[in-house]
């Protein structure tokens, strides 16, 4: 990439005004994005104080006076200020030693700003380096003092490609806060899995959250290098559970994180995230920088969902991604369908299809929260409304069909189903959705644990112990 560059309306040294130098005075001016991890900032200013440690006697010895300064660009006022165009940057008395702009891909300062930044590469008899040689510097020093070209100044304008950098270096101190949500079985734990592989070596914080006290899905979360914190038994969008919430993202905003990700419950309406979020900045500050509400859709039960749970509604209403999933079991007219009900509740959100979870992850570097529909409001999520949740744990070990048909026989009054449990062919992890019974195979537990989120309030408790004595017949306990 090549650009224009002024010569001389550079005004790192303030008391000449005009840049361009006068008299047997030489201003040489290094200016840089960054002396820390940049190699193409760190290797010029190596060289250049290599030339200059040469040059100096014999440019003093001839009557002048060579004064260096080196200046880091740090944001865009300062870019303003100097007239910087492109880093690393060499004046001498003004001039840009190396003339018109040439930039290339630099993996060091695009790790600083979180976004893809070019940087300059210097040419020299038909080869590009990225740190100029002590030949090529010497040369074009020594040009522009004893062969200055001549002012051409111009307006300045801030390349949108230091743009990048400054606004993604000012964001990339803040964590990278998304929040996962999407009705019961939608498919949130295999995405979030899913990111987390692929995120792996990166800092990653995790807060999940379930509505029973047992916790099913943090067990296949937890893993080594990932900060998290479970909050259960009710939404963290819940007058009941939202400080908490809050206390939990006021801390993770200390730790050394690039990622947060927040796995809501499958009932949780997030209507009053931002609200949350502003109680999280009076706590610990600008500690995030808010992407956005990524909703699961479940492709096969989204239609009757919409017409049956207002919750459902809401986490569309107020996402900013939208994932059709189960791609693999929907035909096309199914998926044309959903997609319009979903533009009928969301017309803005970015719309995507995955097959268990699996999604691209372009989805990163873009500004999701720009694609805001519905306002902040209350969220329904109300210590009245909270859904009975109980826990059944059995040292019996079944068979597959043996399980299934109690699974069957109870699962009409349940939202959701989900545990580990022991079969004749080994540990399984259990998950329930609708109609569909799901069994694969998991590590070793100590004992057999299910969780049932019910439709009927507490009397899913005569429902699920009926079941199980006249289907199972085996020791087991039931736990609120």
């Known amino acids: 990439m090549e650009q224009n560059t002024c010569c001389c309306e550079n005004p790192s040294y303030e008391e000449s005004g005009c840049g361009c130098g006068s008299g047997k005075e ?15 900032c760190i290797g010029t200013v190596a060289v250049l104080d290599e030339v200059l440690d040469t040059l100096r006697p014999t440019l003093e010895l001839a009557g002048y006076q060579v004064l260096c300064q080196k200046r880091e660009i740090s944001n865009a006022e300062l870019a303003e200020k100097y ?33 893809q930044v070019d940087c300059r590469v210097f040419e020299h008899e038909g080869i590009t380096r990225e740190v100029p040689t002590k030949e090529m510097l010497t040369d074009a020093i020594m040009k522009a003092v004893y062969h200055p070209t001549k002012c051409c100044c111009e307006e300045y304008q801030l390349p949108e490609n230091l743009k990048r950098f400054f606004e993604g270096k000012e964001g990339r101190g803040k964590k990278r806060l998304y929040v996962l949500t999407g009705f019961l079985g939608a498919g949130k734990t295999s ?3 899913h990111l987390l592989d692929n995120l792996e070596g990166r800092k990653v914080g995790v807060i999940q959250n379930e509505f029973g006290k047992l916790s099913i899905d943090g067990a296949l979360v937890n893993r080594n290098g990932i900060q ?7 939404s963290i969008f819940c007058s009941c559970l939202k400080g908490a919430f809050a206390q939990a993202l006021a801390e993770m905003g200390k730790m050394n994180l690039e990622y947060v990700f927040v796995e809501s419950s499958g009932l949780a309406d997030p209507s009053n995230i931002e609200e949350i979020l502003g109680e999280v900045t009076a706590m610990a500050g600008e500690v995030y920088d808010f992407k956005g509400v990524i909703c699961l859709i479940d492709g096969v039960n989204f239609l009757d969902q919409l017409s049956d749970v207002e919750t459902v509604d809401r986490q569309l209403a107020h996402c900013h991604m939208a994932v059709i999933n189960k791609l693999d079991l929907i035909d096309d007219a199914q998926l044309a369908k959903v997609t319009d009900a979903i533009r ?33 409001e209350d969220s329904h999520n109300t210590v009245d409304n909270k859904p009975k949740t109980i826990s059944l744990e059995s040292e019996a070990v079944l068979s597959r069909e043996v399980l299934a048909a109690f699974l069957q026989a109870v699962l009409p009054d349940c939202y959701r189903i989900k545990g580990f449990f022991r079969l004749e062919e080994g540990w399984q992890q259990v998950d329930v959705v609708e109609k569909l019974i799901d069994f694969k195979p998991c590590q070793e537990r100590e004992l057999s644990q299910l969780v049932f989120l019910s439709k009927i309030g507490p009397k899913v408790i005569r429902t699920v112990d009926s079941a199980w004595k006249e289907i199972v017949k085996q020791p087991m306990k039931l736990k609120n």
């Not at 030489?26 to 193409?40: A, F, H, V």
């Not at 998290?228 to 009710?234: A, D, F, H, L, Q």
């Open 191 to 193: 995405l979030l899995l």
């Open 228 to 234: 998290m914190t479970e909050i259960s038994r009710g």
């Open 26 to 40: 030489i201003k040489i001016d290094y200016l840089y994005l960054d002396l820390n991890t940049c190699d193409r």
């Open 344 to 376: 009928q509740v969301n017309p803005i959100c970015h719309v995507i299809t995955s097959r268990f979870g699996l999604i691209d992850l372009d989805f990163l570097d873009m500004d999701l929260s720009a694609l805001q529909w519905a306002p902040c």
């Open 83 to 115: 007239h910087f165009r492109s880093s690393p940057t060499i004046l001498v008395n003004g001039q840009d030693i190396f003339g018109a702009v040439i930039e290339s891909d630099c993996g060091c300062c695009g790790e600083i700003a979180g976004t």
